[in-house]
């Protein structure tokens, strides 16, 4: 008898489905692109010490806690390099902010307000990839102060991100329009 | 006291060394007091003394914003510098109202730098903003 149904409770085990993944609260768009627009501005928020020391750390650690260990930020080319220019991991991206912070102060960078039809708002492009996780786009304009000529910029920019599954930054490319960088008032 | 802590900061500059930054600047405040009050009393050596103290206060904060090429910051000191020698060669020269203007300007300057790059803290502590 046993030797009977001992196959059938093995099919029937085996066709068991597994458990269900508990899902992870949805990810949204402007909830993670505005945070890292929150703690790029933040970039600007730190002190010299008496003794003459930067103390950049605490704000350039916020902003790298958006990205995934493996993240890739992807910017323009600038004084010290040609080209696309590619910092990948944490302490890559560290080096970026790090640097970004020291070379600007009065950061104001705002995700662009479009208009129709006398309705404003912010848009946020986003979709979802066929791995997972999300991908948003924004376009936003760069207002900041050079730290070291304090002349004030205007430039329009747009920044294309990919999110994992926990909302971390797998991938952000920022591409800056500087042929239309306008200087303003402080 | 006055000449011989002028001639320390003097010999940290020459050797490259900075103060640290608020203890140049809290001898800022009673060395601008003091220069107030001996022009007002036209006591002008004790005026030339103070306003001497100043240019070297502020030859120290150039040097705490050279590294990092700050250039409002370094603007504001040079320029207090440049106002604390006028203010000198005036009271050296017994002219009270050329005194008194540097005097003045001199205040704007200070006023200048800390709207930039001075934070007070909660505490009424103050940091110093890049």
Not at chain 1, 9 to 29: I, K, N
Not at chain 1, 174 to 185: Q, T
């Amino acid at each position: 008898m046993i030797h009977t149904v001992a196959p059938l409770f093995l099919f029937l085990f085996l066709q068991t489905p597994a458990p269900a993944q508990p899902a992870g609260p949805a990810l949204q768009p402007e909830l993670l692109v505005d945070q890292w627009f929150i703690r790029l501005n933040a970039l600007d928020d730190w002190y010299i010490t008496v003794n003459g020391k930067e103390e950049t750390d605490a704000v350039v650690d916020k902003f790298v806690e958006l990205y995934s260990k493996d993240a890739f930020h992807e910017v323009q080319p600038n004084e010290n390099q040609l080209g696309h220019v590619i910092f990948h991991g944490q302490e890559g991206i560290k080096k970026w902010a790090t640097d970004f912070a020291k070379k600007h102060v009065h950061l104001a960078y705002r995700i662009d307000f479009m208009t129709r039809d006398e309705k404003p708002t912010q848009l946020f492009y986003s979709t979802k990839p066929p791995w997972g996780g999300l991908a948003a786009a924004v376009e936003f304009s760069a207002v900041y102060t050079n730290r070291e000529d304090r002349k004030r910029f205007m430039i329009p920019g747009s920044a294309f991100f990919i999110f994992d599954q926990s909302g971390k930054i797998q991938r952000v490319r920022i591409y800056m329009l500087n042929d239309e960088a306008e200087e303003i008032e402080q | 006291m006055i000449a011989i802590s002028a001639a320390a900061a003097i010999a940290l500059s020459a050797l490259g060394q900075n103060r640290p930054y608020d203890q140049v600047m809290k001898e800022v405040g009673p060395a601008y007091a003091n220069l107030k009050k001996n022009l007002d009393a036209n006591a002008f050596p004790a005026a030339v003394q103070d306003a001497t103290k100043l240019e070297s206060l502020f030859k120290e904060t150039e040097n705490f914003w050279t590294p990092f090429k700050t250039k409002d910051a370094l603007d504001f000191a040079k320029n207090a510098q440049a106002l604390a020698q006028t203010a000198s060669a005036a009271a050296r020269d017994n002219n009270a109202q050329k005194a008194q203007g540097a005097y003045n300007a001199l205040g704007k300057a200070c006023k200048g730098c800390h709207d930039s790059h001075r934070e007070a803290m909660p505490d009424k502590s103050f940091k110093i903003k890049p």
